[in-house]
């Protein structure tokens, strides 16, 4: 089988890391009933920690992926590897210095993670390794949804340095 074939148009690569980074404050407002991004679904996991979402769950029903660790990954993973994407974007559109901005809330994103002085998720046990027992203890699931709703303040920084510059 043979894949090469013509090109069939040029692409600005420019272009395209702008037009993504002009559709992030659209996407990061995104809400249904079934899902949404951004500072809202940082809120969302932390309210289901917080208000005591996981009281009732018996060890043998907790499915720490589906219920929180898929929200770590997906966090540290967008904080860990976000600032490649902001400098290529900032590279190729030099115009973009607010992308430095970005890029430094998203760095914060990942230490209120995993590099917080002892006072991040993974510190404080609502990290990769959470356990139910941590989610059902009123004190530390305090502790955990206050750093989930600091991420979230982030990303609502992020929206309106977008919004402020774009």
């Known amino acids: 089988?043979?894949?090469?074939?013509?090109?069939?148009?040029?692409?600005?690569?420019?272009?395209?890391?702008?037009?993504?980074?002009?559709?992030?404050?659209g996407l990061l407002n995104t809400r249904t009933d079934k899902y949404c991004f951004g500072a809202e679904a940082f809120r969302a996991w932390a309210n289901a920690v917080e208000s005591g979402n996981f009281d009732g769950v018996k060890p043998e029903n907790f499915d720490d992926w589906g219920a929180y660790v898929s929200n770590i990954c997906n966090m540290a993973t967008n904080g860990s590897c976000a600032h490649n994407f902001f400098k290529r974007a900032q590279g190729l559109n030099p115009d973009?210095?607010?992308?430095?901005?970005?890029?430094?809330?998203?760095?914060?994103?990942?230490?209120?993670?995993?590099?917080?002085?002892?006072?991040?998720?993974?510190?404080?046990?609502?990290?990769?390794?959470?356990?139910?027992?941590v989610l059902q203890d009123k004190e530390k699931r305090r502790k955990i949804a206050t750093k989930i709703y600091e991420a979230a303040d982030c990303m609502d920084q992020v929206v309106r340095i977008l919004n402020e510059n774009l």
């Open 1 to 25: 089988m043979d894949f090469h074939r013509e090109k069939k148009r040029t692409v600005n690569a420019a272009q395209v890391y702008r037009d993504i980074i002009c559709d992030m404050p």
């Open 96 to 133: 973009m210095t607010f992308l430095d901005d970005i890029n430094r809330l998203y760095e914060r994103t990942a230490e209120i993670w995993n590099n917080d002085n002892g006072e991040d998720l993974e510190a404080l046990g609502g990290g990769f390794n959470v356990t139910l027992e």
